[in-house]
């Protein structure tokens, strides 16, 4: 091999080594940033696909009130809540997971449906969303605690249900999407409602200035 010769051949695997190896390395980089963005992070040197745009946080315009008397406070932002069932079965009990995150009912005449004798106002028992007041309830006789309004429109959410071959109205915390009940028209005045809520979806807060 002539010296010309092996310095070309030199010369031409110098370039292919700089360029293949660049190559290389780039794609090692490559692969390393998917392993990165993969769920889970890296995966046994598997290369996986990037993880899905996570969702941003929804901000909502809820109404506030403080537990010392029930005073409104006006609007609030807040921050909804989202968490995995996971999560939420160490939030919640059984019960209240199946009525809460699973659209169920607790039996009749089995949760705390009784009119408390302390004026204070019901909040939603996964989120802390103010919901009810108790100057609202009233007996309904049907064994769960009820309610002739809201206690801020805004607080909950109506929907469509059509589950067991009925047409009615489902009631959620505006704050987390959990199930609290169903509202019908054969309540009391002033507005001829009837909230029928859950009582393992709320917690009564009595309030600490009468």
């Keep these: 091999m002539s010296s010309t010769y092996a ?110 004798r302390s004026k204070g106002l019901y909040r939603c028992a996964g989120c802390s969303t103010a919901l009810f007041d108790a100057a609202t309830q009233f007996d309904s006789g049907t064994g769960w605690p009820s309610f002739w309004q809201p206690i801020a429109k805004q607080n909950v959410i109506e929907s469509r249900d059509s589950s067991f071959g009925m047409i009615r109205t489902a009631i959620n915390c505006a704050g987390c999407d959990s199930h609290l009940g169903h509202v019908f028209d054969d309540g009391p005045a002033p507005t001829g409602l009837r909230y029928c809520m859950n009582s393992v979806a709320m917690e009564f807060v009595a309030f600490r200035v009468s």
């Design 7 to 116: 310095s070309k051949t030199m010369d031409r695997r110098r370039f292919l080594l700089t360029v293949f190896g660049g190559g290389a390395a780039l794609a090692v980089s490559s692969v390393t940033a998917i392993r990165l963005l993969g769920p889970g992070g890296k995966r046994n040197g598997v290369m996986t696909a990037a993880a899905p745009v996570a969702t941003p946080a929804q901000d909502l315009l809820l109404e506030c009130f403080s537990d010392d008397d029930g005073h409104q406070l006006g609007p609030c932002h807040v921050t909804k809540l989202v968490l995995t069932d996971a999560q939420w079965h160490l939030r919640l009990s059984d019960v209240a997971f199946t009525v809460m995150r699973r659209d169920g009912t607790e039996v009749a005449f089995t949760g705390a449906h009784e009119k408390p």
